[in-house]
T-cell receptor, first 112, second 115 residues
């Protein structure tokens, strides 16, 4: 059974720091992996989608990597800003399914 | 283009009451999903649909029902509400899952409390 874990559960950093959020999954047979952002009281917004054949995706200050063999993905945020404060969730779509399995998220706070 | 809309935003139910959570998308997506999110937890899939007239159970379907009569709408029905159904409910939609079209678009959520 596919399980997705995100560590740490919460993280506080000063503004301007580069940071890495971690996501691990137990079964490497996946179609793709997505990173989402969730603001308090709001829905989820997709940040980056990495296909199973890809190693990384970039959007602005965000870079996500995927290592299927080790069951790991990282989300790198460069030059963090207070506006980056949110909960970040990763989710994988296992092969042969239409479903996504979500991690419990990392709650990020960027201090001004 | 409103994306995915959900109503109501908030609701308080008494134990044993029933209600329907509404979800509509205007992106002509075939795939739609209902998730619940409990405090400090990730999202759990309740039901999903791959097109009008076709629905299937997710991880936590007990106590819920869905229907999909049109491409746009995917209502979630709670029968005999229980305190364990207190949660935030999210509806999402996506194009046909494939390598490059798999982005899920989420609604703003419905916060439900059962007392």
């Amino acid at each position: 059974k596919q399980e997705v874990t995100q560590i740490p559960a919460a993280l506080s950093v000063p503004e301007g720091e580069n940071l890495v959020l971690n996501c691990s999954f137990t079964d490497s047979a996946i179609y793709n992996l997505q990173w989402f952002r969730q603001d308090p009281g709001k829905g989820l917004t997709s940040l980056l989608l990495i296909q199973s054949s890809q190693r990384e995706q970039t959007s602005g200050r965000l870079n996500a990597s995927l290592d299927k063999s080790s069951g790991r993905s990282t989300l790198y945020i460069a030059a963090s800003q207070p506006g980056d404060s949110a909960t970040y969730l990763c989710a994988v779509r296992p092969m042969g399914t239409y479903k996504y399995i979500f991690g419990t998220g990392t709650r990020l706070k960027v201090l001004a | 283009n409103a994306g995915v809309t959900q109503t109501p935003k908030f609701r308080i139910l008494k134990i044993g009451q029933s209600m329907t959570l509404q979800c509509t998308q205007d992106m002509n997506h075939n795939y739609m999903y209902w998730y619940r999110q409990d405090p400090g937890m990730g999202l759990k899939l309740i039901y999903y649909s791959v097109g009008a007239g076709i629905t299937d159970k997710g991880e936590v379907p007990n106590g819920y029902n869905v229907s999909r009569s049109t491409t746009e709408d995917f209502p979630l029905r709670l029968e005999l509400a229980a305190p364990s159904q207190t949660s935030v409910y999210f509806c999402a939609s996506s194009e046909v899952p494939g390598q490059s079209t798999d982005t899920q678009y989420f609604g703003p959520g419905t916060r439900l409390t059962v007392l």
